[in-house]
C-alpha cells in the first residue's frame, strides 16, 4: 500500500526515536519553516535541519520538495497521524486561507462578487 510504502522505515524506527521524527514530520509540513518547526518544538533549527536529513534518507522523500511532501502528508493523514487536522478544522470552522502562502485565515464573508462594480 502505497502509505506504508512511503512511511515503512520512518515507522519501523523505535519509539523515541519514531515519535521524535514523526512530530518533526508534521509539524515541518504545516509550516514549511525550519525555523517555525524548531520553535514549536522548542530546539534549534540545526536539529529540525538534521531531523528533516534523516526523514528523507529513511523515506526517500525530501519534504523541502513539494512533490515529496505531498506524498508524505498523504501517507500520514492515511495512517491518521493528522498533519492538516488543525488546517481542516479552520476550514471548517468557516475561515479561508489569504492565498499568500502564509497561512493566515479569515473569516470566511462568502461571495463578494455579486457587490462589486464592474
Sequence with gaps: MFADEVLRALLELPEPEREVHLRTARTYLRTGSVA???KSLFCHRNTVANRLHRIRELTEHDLTVPCDAA???LALEYRGLEVCATWASQVDSGHRFDGSGSGVMYPDIGD?????DR
Design 36 to 38: 517555525e518547526t524548531a
Design 71 to 73: 506524498a508524505v502528508i
Design 112 to 116: 463578494t462578487s455579486a457587490s462589486i
